[in-house]
């Protein structure tokens, strides 16, 4: 199996194209409201040191079982450990896959949305009012959030279809450091708005009286979902990974990218919200209305919204490929399909999702479950609790079973990378993380009473 996959170029490959994958909506639209409805810089906090300490070792755990397996998520497990219940971690990723692409298609239709809505000039001269009536207006419709959100999920098959990831890898390093740069100027437009204070003290401030444990949870599950992790995503990609290079510093790399765009988005928001005075800080809408009134403060500002929801669709398309990756993967591995099978089985399963995830901000929107609408649920109990379960299962797995010789190989590709950080990295595996998960798990369990 192993000799017919494609690989990634190197080492700059491998960071361009997990680097694609961890940066999406998870930091520009999720990251900040978030953050926002926990509490801000006490989140911050707790959110960077989830990153590093057991984002990271749980990526590298998930690279070195995959390049190892050289097989999707489900197959890497039945192959390394065929004894044993392993499979279900790989499982339940994919899974979850299905699940988050399913909400996060509804997102990502928006963008697109909102790339048509720049075009036409909508947002010029409204408040923030108006701007939400805007949001939620768009949102509640039963056809074109639908018809949007089939679009994104249609574009991310084409890509996987005809196997231009590789076409993508090119556009998306092109494209990205532009976004990059797009979020920088807004940035600045940002913190020099009147009142813009109050929103950086907010973010930078931390109230730990504001953090609660079901906020150091949400903390956990952001840090997951923003990199891609918990899932199986960096199982696959992992295969995808060459043998001679070394993985270790790679995932640094990946998370420090992927957080220093999750901290220029939340500062593009926040700062906002402080200067249209707006009281709440939640919601699936946020960006959607803060990004609209920013641009009009800003000189070039028609421009500069079309390109920006234009490279946020860009950067969604880049991680929904690496969601679909996942079943197709496992598709064409284990049954042997064929990848255009796997790939029109696959969306249509997430499409299909995908509709009741969308409605859920009309048609649905007073269908609950556990107090949740399904774009909620899905979101909620993905992030939170699959995704924090698998990263805790796969670090036992790797810290525990896996066999320390092995993944010190894996992550210095025989002795070429820096062996210290290896040993360093894979005590965090074997002790910090596992025990840092279960510890935020079980408190949130006790005391937050969260299920
Ligand atoms: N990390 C992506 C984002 O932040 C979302 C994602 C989650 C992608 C899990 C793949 C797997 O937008």
Redesign the pocket.
């Known amino acids: 199996m192993k000799e017919n996959r494609g690989s990634f170029s190197g080492k700059l490959g491998v960071v361009a194209v997990a680097a694609g ?7 520009i ?2 990251f900040p409201y978030i953050a926002g409805e926990n509490g801000g810089g006490a989140f911050l906090i707790v959110y960077l040191i989830f990153v590093f300490l057991i984002g990271v070792p749980v990526m590298l755990s998930e690279f070195a079982i995959g390049r190892r397996a050289g097989c999707n998520a489900y197959g890497t497990f039945k192959r390394l450990s065929p004894k044993g219940g392993w499979w279900l971690v790989g499982l339940m990723g994919i899974i ?2 299905i699940m ?1 692409f399913s909400f ?1 298609g509804t997102v990502a239709g928006w963008t697109l949305e909102y790339v048509k809505k720049s075009i036409c000039n909508d947002f010029v001269g409204q408040d923030d009012a108006a701007l939400a009536q805007i949001f939620g207006d768009f949102t509640s419709q039963p056809v074109m959030p639908t018809v949007w959100m089939i679009i994104f999920v249609a574009l991310t098959s084409l890509v996987i279809l005809f196997g231009v990831e590789k076409g993508i890898e090119k556009v998306s390093k092109l494209l990205m450091p532009i976004l990059l740069v797009l979020i920088i100027a807004i940035c600045v437009r940002a913190v020099t708005l009147p009142n813009a204070s109050k929103g950086l003290e907010f973010l930078f401030k931390p109230d730990w009286s504001s953090l609660t444990f079901k906020g150091v949870l949400m903390a956990l599950g952001q840090a ?6 918990g ?1 199986g ?1 960096m199982i696959t990609y992992g295969s995808y990974i060459k043998k001679d290079t070394p993985l270790a510093s790679t995932a640094i790399e990946i998370a420090t990218c ?1 957080t220093v765009v999750a901290l220029l988005g939340a500062i593009m928001v926040f700062p906002t919200l402080a200067f249209l005075g707006a009281e709440s800080a939640g919601g699936p809408g946020l960006v959607f209305i803060t990004l609209p009134a920013i641009f009009q403060a800003m000189p070039g500002g028609y421009i500069f919204a079309i390109l920006f929801f234009l490279l946020l669709s860009v ?2 398309l880049t ?2 490929i ?2 679909l990756e ?1 079943p197709v993967a496992f598709l064409v591995d284990e049954f042997k399909m064929s990848r255009k099978k796997a790939t029109l089985l696959s969306s249509s399963v997430i499409i299909f999702l995908g509709v009741f995830c969308t409605l859920s901000f009309g048609l649905l929107s007073d269908f609950t479950i556990f107090g949740k609408t399904i774009f909620d649920l899905f979101d909620y109990t993905t992030a939170n609790i699959m ?1 924090t379960f698998g990263a805790l299962l796969i670090v036992i797995y790797v810290g525990w079973f896996f066999g320390r010789k092995k993944f010190i190989e894996e992550l210095t590709a025989g002795g070429k990378g820096n062996v210290k950080l290896a040993k360093f990295i894979s005590i965090l595996v074997k002790f910090v993380a596992p025990v840092g998960i279960g510890l935020v798990a079980i408190g949130s369990l006790v005391i937050g009473g969260i299920v």
């Open positions: 994958s961890a940066v999406g909506l998870g930091n639209w999720r979850a896959a988050i996060y997951a979902f923003s990199l891609s992790i899932m995503t992927d950067a969604a991680s929904t690496s969601l996942v995704l």
